[in-house]
């Protein structure tokens, strides 16, 4: 089938029979049409379409090594520095196209794919097949060009113990039953972003596993179809209110919706499970790999794509009501400024220092975008609060598109236009404004992107105990030892 059209993506998402709840109610069909996913499933079926557009096809495919025909770069695994730049720029295609906002695009998961496919042998360590078969998954996802989505962690229930003990060990995800057709999975685990337009779920290790007897039963990769008989998702309160792209141009276009995943029994078929019953290698399963490495690269590509966003809206309204010559105001576009460089600059040294890993695979430095993953999440919590700052007062009276088009419009025209625009074009302006900084949609966005890779109190931790400080202690320690 290689790369799908916009189109295709909405039928086949239309076609599927998911189990849905949301706000109270059961949806199980054509749910690209539900208003709570309209919206994004539209914006996803445009970075389809992408794909066949001749402006953006060289950065966003490359041949099939199986059938010749164009699949998503996202797939390409990369054996040079060059590959690396084609999948940052098949990322960065993406990312721009939805301003950073759109957080599982299906380049994001596709690239643990490639590094799991790349680092087949790794699997050999429990059973060859395990890597035979992530390997024919990731050829099966890559030919049909498939979004799949990925649940990690356990509910909340108790979190003073680890997943496998939370109320009697009945709460999160765990296989009850191993068959020689495939294994039985039972439970519940979150969180699922996108799931409900979701082609797969991706049911990967989480990385909480303590390595006794009792997490076996938690200790499990699969791959399953989103309609798979006895899988629910429990979805959210939608974050689009139902205001047009005027009213909410963000989250009419780019709410991702976050799911609840429960396991009724649910039947995994053999060729579906790539790891069973090892918690160790459950815990190692994306850094010895390389998929940690390969997806923080288009995360990066992606968080670039924001704080550039930013950097414009902040300019846009500080031109726009003539506050740009006020020292406080530059110093806020300085360190927007400084975000969007530092971003890049972390990136562009990962892939100078990529080197092949020991299955061959060209592997961003991982230091590198390691500093990445744990500065972004704190320097974007910024974004929004300078948008207010810039702002005030100016976005609680910002009128809607219903209101240009009422009686008010005179009094609109006269008292809220702005230096630089008429009165309409500065509504629009605040609208997005409010959107990206104050609304629900910006709330989630900012949680979002704050624990995207986990607690950022325990990943400084992981930055610290992993980071090769002796280097820098040496030369501490060689100006002590001096006596000139």
Not at 306 to 323: D, H, M, Q, R, T
Request: proline share 5%.
């Amino acid at each position: 089938m290689a790369i799908r059209t916009g189109q295709q993506f909405l039928d086949k998402i239309n076609s599927m029979r998911p189990q849905l709840t949301i706000d109270g109610k059961q949806v199980s069909e054509n749910v690209a049409e539900h208003p709570a996913f309209a919206g994004v499933a539209r914006s996803y079926a445009k970075l389809y379409d992408l794909q066949h557009d001749p402006a953006h096809a060289a950065a966003l495919t490359y041949p099939s090594p199986s059938s010749g025909e164009p699949v998503s770069a996202s797939f390409l695994i990369p054996r040079t520095q060059e590959d690396l730049v084609h999948r940052r720029e098949a990322a960065r295609t993406w990312a721009d196209h939805s301003h950073g906002f759109l957080g599982r695009t299906a380049d994001y998961l596709n690239a643990a794919l490639t590094a799991l496919a790349a680092a087949a042998a790794w699997f050999d360590q429990a059973d060859p097949r395990y890597g035979e078969r992530i390997r024919a998954y990731y050829e099966y996802v890559r030919e049909n060009d498939l979004l799949t989505t990925h649940t990690l962690i356990p509910p909340q229930s108790n979190r003073s113990v680890s997943g496998s003990e939370q109320m009697g060990g009945k709460v999160a995800a765990q296989v009850i039953e191993e068959r020689a057709d495939g294994i039985v999975v039972r439970g519940a685990r979150m969180l699922a972003t996108v799931a409900p337009i979701a082609d797969e779920i991706l049911v990967f290790p989480s990385t909480l596993l303590r390595g006794t007897d009792r997490d076996i039963p938690y200790s499990f990769a699969l791959a399953i179809p989103n309609d798979t008989p006895g899988l629910r998702y429990l979805c959210r309160t939608s974050l689009h209110h139902g205001g047009s792209t005027f009213d909410e141009p963000l989250a009419s276009r780019f709410e991702e919706m976050d799911a609840m995943v429960i396991f009724d029994d649910v039947f995994v078929p053999a060729e579906r499970v790539f790891m069973l019953g090892n918690p160790q290698l459950c815990n190692a399963f994306y850094t010895e790999t390389g998929a940690t490495a390969l997806m923080t690269q288009q995360v990066v590509t992606r968080t670039i794509a924001k704080s550039e966003f930013f950097l414009g809206l902040a300019s846009e309204i500080a031109s726009s009501i003539a506050i740009e010559g006020y020292q406080h105001i530059q110093e806020d576009l300085a360190e927007l400024i400084m975000d969007v460089e530092i971003g890049k600059a972390l990136l562009r040294a990962a892939e100078a220092d990529a080197a092949p890993n020991q299955w061959g695979m060209m592997a961003p430095k991982w230091s590198s975008l390691n500093a990445a993953r744990n500065w972004f999440p704190r320097a974007s919590q910024r974004f929004p609060a300078i948008i207010r700052k810039f702002c005030a007062s100016g976005l609680l009276a910002a009128p809607s598109e219903a209101d240009l088009s009422s009686g008010a419009r005179e009094d609109i025209d006269q008292y809220l236009q702005a230096k630089l625009l008429p009165a309409e074009s500065r509504a629009q302006l605040y609208r997005l404004a409010f959107d990206a900084s104050m609304s629900a949609f910006s709330s989630r966005q900012a949680q979002y992107e704050y624990y995207f890779f986990g607690d950022p109190v325990r990943m400084a931790g992981a930055l610290v105990n992993s980071y090769d400080r002796e280097p820098a202690r040496n030369r501490v320690r060689e100006l002590l030892a001096r006596t000139d």
